[in-house]
């Protein structure tokens, strides 16, 4: 109760010092991250004050009630959900000092170079090569299925560093300048009509060994902190209320167009909402658990639940809108800075929520996270594990 007083006593110096009203968005959020009010989970000086992440909702609840301006999470969800806490945990003090605050302001969007055109489920198989130069590395080798690379202005990066060790263990983490003449962005339009996925080639792009996360070869482990925090963020990243959400969209439909239902709809409109709701409960439980540590496998398994029902209820709504369930609005090809599940018609969720069980993680490959890690089943059987990636077949 003391902390939670002196956070609103922080929240009210903070208004007091920066009327929301006349003071500009991003000088208030400048503002707001100096006074340790952004995250208050991490250390003081970086946007936090070292106080439990379950008091966040304090702070959340204080600003909002008095109309004060967010950071547009869902722009910058990557920078915020992913490298954010990667740099927190790996990066040096002259790092977090440079990144931490224009990342959380939104100044700088932030994109995610890790899956590759033959190197997707299998990740550590990358080919994209980073080979020393002085003080720099220099990176050749494409990815793909980039969001938001069209507006990052840095991309977190893992690329083979020594082709002479296991695949695992070739890997450096970096943090790449979206900007250098070296990188080209190209959009990938998908079956929305909208291009929000992109694949990027990197030339000769240079990237000091100042913007290296970790130790050299130790890429791997550093990514599996990003990895982790994607599928908790995914899954579970923000709370919603009771039939929040997609399922919230269909239950209004169900009860706005009573002659669109059928017994055989009712019994999975029920079903599903049953689910939801035990995986928004779950997703509860897990920010909890978040709050007292780092994310574990259990991210995976909500990520997991969360693309089925995903699928499952767009694909229901398109059902109980029959004809109307066919029409789709726009499908002009555009480069979208967010993806809005909720603007859109059903056409478009039904087709954007194929997407759910690809990217942050196939749903195949969470499946064998869950197998293993938390129900303790024996591994898959890995016969390229301990030989060099430079004489795995390709």
Known sequence: MAAEKGLRERVRELLAEHDPGATEPLDFLRARFDAGLAWVHFPEGLGGLGLPRTEQAVVDA???????????????????????PT??????????????????????????????????????GLRTRAVRDGDDWVVDGQKVWTSS????????????T???????????????????????????R??????????????????????????????WRVAQTTLMN????????????????????????????????????????????????VARLTGERVRQQLAHGAPGPEGSGL?????????????????????DGLRYGDWTMVRPQIVDFYGRDAGYRYLRAKGNSI?????????????????????????????AWKDLPR
């Open 62 to 84: 204080e600003l909002a009630a008095a109309g004060a301006p967010d950071n547009d999470p869902r722009r910058i969800g990557i920078g915020l959900g992913m490298a954010a």
């Open 87 to 124: 740099i927190l945990r790996y990066g040096t003090e002259e790092q977090k000092s440079r990144f931490l605050r224009p990342l959380w302001t939104g100044e700088e969007v932030w994109c995610q170079l890790f899956s590759e055109p033959g190197a997707g489920s299998d990740l550590a």
């Open 149 to 160: 690379a069209h507006n990052a202005r840095w991309a977190i990066l893992i690329a083979r």
């Open 162 to 188: 020594d082709p002479d060790v296991p695949k695992h263990g070739g890997i450096t983490y970096f943090v790449c300048d979206m900007t250098d003449p070296g990188v080209e962005v190209r959009p990938l």
């Open 190 to 219: 998908q079956i929305t009509g909208e291009a929000e996925f992109n694949e990027v080639f990197l030339s000769g792009v240079r990237i000091p060994d100042a913007h290296r996360l970790g130790d050299v070869g130790d890429g």
């Open 230 to 277: 994607e599928r908790v963020a995914i899954g579970s990243g923000q709370a919603v209320p009771r039939e929040g959400g997609m399922i919230g969209t269909v239950a209004a439909t169900w009860r706005e167009r009573p002659e669109l239902r059928t017994p055989e709809l009712h019994d999975r409109l029920m079903r599903l909402w049953v689910e939801a709701e």
């Open 303 to 323: 990520k997991l639940a969360f693309a089925r029902l995903n699928q499952q209820i767009s694909g229901l709504e398109v059902e109980l809108l029959g004809e």
């Open 359 to 387: 990217e942050g993680g196939t749903s195949e490959i969470l499946r064998n996270i869950v197998a293993e890690r938390v129900l303790g089943l024996p591994s898959e059987p890995r016969t390229d594990k301990d030989a």
